[in-house]
T-cell receptor
Framework: KAGVTQTPRYLIKTRGQQVTLSCSPISGHRSVSWYQQTPGQGLQFLFE???????NKGNFPGRFSGRQFSNSRSEMNVSTLELGDSALYLC???????????????FGPGTRLTVL | GESVGLHLPTLSVQEGDNSIINCAYS??????FIWYKQESGKGPQFIIDIRSNMDKRQGQRVTVLLNKTVKHLSLQIAATQPGDSAVYFCAENARPSGTYKYIFGTGTRLKVLA
């Protein structure tokens, strides 16, 4: 079974631009969560999507948004990029949503975003 | 507050020795915990998990111990190999303020010395 895939793997943008990242979960998984990983803050939860609905949300500004499609693929968008948005963005998939059961999350390789 | 922390940011062990990586968590209501391994340039890889109704779980060369009394989690790696060199994270399934999410520790870097 194929794992979680993320595209693109690397991205360079300038301040003020917007970016869209894509994540395809493991086949059969309906929950997709997004995380931001930086050396200073570690792994921080952004939000979770399940059945095309945002189920849970972390403490990030509204510039960070996402959506999920009927095939469970998810996209994350960051608008008006700031230097501090440079990070590794990871998505993780699981069978059920985070509140339904204690379900293992499996991660993709991440997208390395650099904001200049 | 919400936090999952690690006692040792860097752990160096000789090849063939056993490694123990520790983690403290703060949410007594958390009922599920996962250990992940992250190699350079890759996403976190699932190693082993444990539910709060257990205090020990074994996998292949790895054992996770859970002490709910002191809110402590540990990962034991037997006969540590060079391929075990990576950063290890513990994560708890928590629900602070009504939001369900995984809270990750800051990570411990494991260095295996030849």
């Amino acid at each position: 079974k194929a794992g979680v895939t993320q595209t693109p793997r690397y991205l360079i943008k300038t301040r003020g631009q917007q970016v869209t990242l894509s994540c395809s979960p493991i086949s059969g998984h309906r929950s997709v969560s997004w995380y931001q990983q930086t050396p200073g803050q570690g792994l921080q939860f952004l939000f979770e999507y399940f059945s095309e609905t945002q189920r849970n949300k972390g403490n990030f500004p509204g510039r960070f948004s996402g959506r999920q499609f009927s095939n469970s693929r998810s996209e994350m968008n960051v608008s008006t990029l700031e230097l501090g948005d440079s990070a590794l963005y990871l998505c993780a998939s699981s069978l059920e949503w985070l509140g339904a059961s204690s379900d293992t999350q499996y991660f993709g390789p991440g997208t390395r975003l650099t904001v200049l | 507050g919400e936090s999952v922390g690690l006692h040792l940011p860097t752990l160096s062990v000789q090849e063939g020795d056993n490694s123990i990586i520790n983690c403290a968590y703060s949410n007594s209501a958390s009922d599920y915990f996962i250990w992940y391994k992250q190699e350079s340039g890759k996403g976190p890889q699932f190693i082993i998990d444990i539910r709060s109704n257990m205090d020990k779980r074994q996998g292949q060369r790895v054992t996770v111990l859970l002490n709910k009394t002191v809110k402590h989690l540990s990962l034991q790696i037997a006969a540590t190999q060079p391929g075990d060199s990576a950063v290890y994270f513990c994560a708890e399934n928590a629900r602070p303020s009504g939001t369900y999410k995984y809270i990750f520790g800051t990570g411990t870097r494991l260095k295996v010395l030849a």
